[in-house]
């Protein structure tokens, strides 16, 4: 297989800085959790419920380390308002416990030139539709990305024209490519199948449909499946993300996720009982931001399509006896000077639990 480089893809970048995206955040905590009142919104009372009292989500992983019998995977002191600096998360790589308000990322959505131009000739323009779309899902792509301390810091976004059984047969290839089992000739044979007639020409053009494209599904398959490989293994991209997320822009479509690896993946006890709506109080629907986690795959552990660096291995021991916060007994330290200088961030959650 021959390697994806950047440079080579067709589809266009577009990027949504570190400080934009701090600020919508702050637009989504504190403008929009304001509106709801003192019942909160149902991203606020789901947080209350894996992240707060008995019913928490644990830390399977730090519990089968034997690390910590009953970590919460998300902490949120029950005393402390609904603020981005007082929701913990524990790093699924270097096992810490660091609060949302931390990670600094950087957004880039790719997408064909034609979903641009749709974009920017509509109301708002791009920028409108960016501010209404990451607003639906700010709160799933935070929760996600703080769930990692080490490796890629940006977020990829791939918009597409596909409807919900093509983004399944495109995830799948990938799924089955990682396994690296595949000669050069298999892989062309089961990658010329989803890059079909069918596949490309199963949608009304953009009149009848609304879906970027014009008398064809863009981006196609072999554009969509460079972008890719490309941000999993080439180095010229800078980062390899722990996911990529992909969002449909036709009518009814959904958004999904692939992520790099197992690890990864939140388990469903985090994620079975996630608010399908947008936060909005205006809008009546239950489900008109729908992020399907069924429909989302993950690359096997140690693909080959990963650059090896991104592949969180075990999470590192010191050659010392670490001490353990006697409060909350939820996070370790290696020596005293250090759980002091954490003590600005780490009282924000500590608490006891029973």
């Not at 949302?100 to 034609?114: C, N, V």
């Not at 449909?209 to 072999?222: E, M, S």
Request: with cysteine; net charge neutral; proline share 5%.
């Amino acid at each position: 297989m021959q390697p994806a480089r950047i440079s080579d893809c067709q589809l266009v970048n577009w990027e949504i800085c570190v400080e934009d995206v701090q600020s919508l955040a702050e637009v989504v905590f504190n403008d929009l959790e304001e509106r709801c009142g003192d019942k909160g919104s149902a991203y606020q009372n789901w947080f209350r419920s894996v992240a707060t009292g008995k019913d928490a989500v644990v830390d399977e992983r730090s519990r089968e380390e034997g690390v910590f019998d009953n970590s919460r995977l998300i902490a949120w002191k029950t005393d402390k308002p609904f603020k981005r600096e007082n929701l913990f998360f524990r790093t699924v790589d270097s096992g810490r416990l660091l609060p949302m308000h931390l990670a600094d990322f950087r957004i880039q959505i790719y997408g064909h030139k034609y979903a641009y131009e749709k974009l920017d000739a509509s109301e708002g323009g791009r920028k409108g539709w960016a501010y209404i779309y990451l607003s639906c899902y700010m709160y799933r792509i935070l929760v996600l990305r703080n769930m990692h301390d080490r490796g890629g810091a940006d977020i990829p976004i791939i918009l597409t024209a596909w409807d919900d059984e093509h983004t399944k047969r495109a995830l799948d290839y990938w799924t089955d490519l990682s396994k690296g089992e595949w000669c050069d000739e298999e892989q062309r044979l089961r990658c010329n199948p989803i890059h079909s007639n069918r596949f490309r020409r199963s949608h009304s053009p953009v009149q009848e449909c609304d879906a970027f494209c014009r008398h064809q599904v863009l981006p196609c398959f072999y554009q969509t499946d460079l972008l890719v490989r490309s941000l999993l293994s080439d180095p010229a991209v800078g980062y390899v993300p722990p996911f990529i997320i992909f969002h449909s822009m036709v009518p009814n479509g959904n958004t999904c996720i692939l992520f790099t690896k197992p690890l990864h993946v939140p388990p469903p006890s985090l994620t079975h009982n996630w608010p399908a709506s947008c936060n909005a109080l205006e809008c009546e629907r239950a489900d008109c931001a729908p992020l399907d986690m069924n429909l989302s795959r993950s690359l096997v552990d140690k693909s080959h399509m990963v650059r090896e660096w991104a592949n969180v291995g075990p999470r590192r021991t010191l050659d010392v006896k670490l001490q353990r916060c006697q409060r909350c007994k939820e996070v370790l330290y290696c020596s005293s000077a250090h759980q002091t200088r954490d003590w600005r961030l780490h009282k924000n959650v500590c608490e006891k639990r029973g």
